[in-house]
């Protein structure tokens, strides 16, 4: 039993700092220059209005819907198992963002049980999970919905602008990380599985 438990956190060690020698140092720093870029314009009165939660609500749903509606057309139509992986993360990302009861719990867990299955499957995900770009992409969307998820809990407020909430930082950030989504799931159309890895399955 010890034994299996050591060889699995050796198993997703390897996973992390395999992904960590991919990501760029500057992905770390993306949800920064986001926080900047939105409180600069926040100080734009024309701009202002458009930044707000109510807006932000109705467009993350329209960003997420076409990026769930591509994933969804990747998996159908291409057989490689990182298309039904993506599709599935696209799925849990919109059905967060429709607010229903339990979907915003039940996202954490669909996001555990992807990632976790990613390590567990990395083999498989193969020429996906050594892509220098589809991993950067996939670090900057999940760094930067982390740090949304620390406005959310307030951790910034004792530094925030006069006259700005949190609220404006982890929606408009939440926006970047939809964003950066749909951006993988585009690229990830050009990325070319070799024939030997088209049939594979975990």
């Not at 050591?6 to 390897?14: G, M």
Request: include cysteine.
């Amino acid at each position: 039993m010890l034994d299996r438990l050591t060889t699995q956190i050796a198993w997703h060690w390897t996973t992390a700092t395999h992904v960590l020698r991919l990501t760029p140092v500057w992905v770390w720093i993306v949800p920064v220059v986001g926080a900047f870029v939105v409180n600069l314009l926040n100080t734009n009165a024309v701009i202002a209005p458009y930044l707000t939660k109510d807006v932000a609500e109705f467009i993350s749903p329209i960003i997420l819907a076409m990026a769930l509606a591509l994933a969804a057309c990747l998996a159908a139509m291409k057989s490689h198992v990182f298309y039904k992986w993506q599709a599935l993360f696209a799925l849990a990302l919109f059905l967060r963002e429709l607010h229903f009861a339990g979907t915003n719990t039940g996202f954490y867990i669909a996001m555990v049980l992807l990632i976790g299955w990613a390590s567990y499957a990395r083999d498989f995900l193969e020429p996906f999970f050594s892509d220098r770009k589809i991993v950067t992409l996939l670090t900057a969307i999940i760094w930067t919905y982390l740090v949304s998820k620390t406005f959310d809990r307030h951790m910034w407020d004792h530094v925030l602008p006069a006259g700005t909430t949190s609220n404006l930082f982890e929606e408009n950030l939440e926006i970047l990380g939809h964003t950066l989504f749909l951006a993988l799931v585009v690229v990830s159309i050009g990325t070319k599985a070799p024939a030997s890895a088209l049939s594979r399955n975990p």
